[in-house]
C-alpha cells in the first residue's frame, strides 16, 4: 500500500506507512528541530530513534513504528515541530 502523506508550504510534514496491525511514520527533522525533538518529554522508544537516525543533507528521516497511544502522542509532538 502506499503511504498516506501531509505537508504544509510545499513540504512534507508526515508520511504514514500502514502494514497489517501495524502504522509507521516517517518525520523528516532538520537540525534544530531534532534537538527540540529531543528536549520533548517522550517514550524511550521515540527517543531512541531520534538519536540513531542518521544525518543526511535534508536532516534526519527518522521512522518510528507507532506501537501505541503514547509513541502515536509522540508522533504528533513531532509533527508539531516539524510544521513550524
Known sequence: MAPSRSGRRGRAILALYPGIGSLV????LDG???AEAL???RTP???????RTPRVKEGRWVFVPVSGAAVARDVQRLVRIRAT
Do not use: C, K, N, Y
Not at 511514520?25 to 523528516?28: F, G
Open 25 to 28: 511514520a516517517l518525520v523528516v
Open 32 to 34: 534544530p528541530q531534532v
Open 39 to 41: 528536549a520533548l518529554r
Open 45 to 51: 522508544a521515540t527517543r531512541t530513534f531520534i538519536e
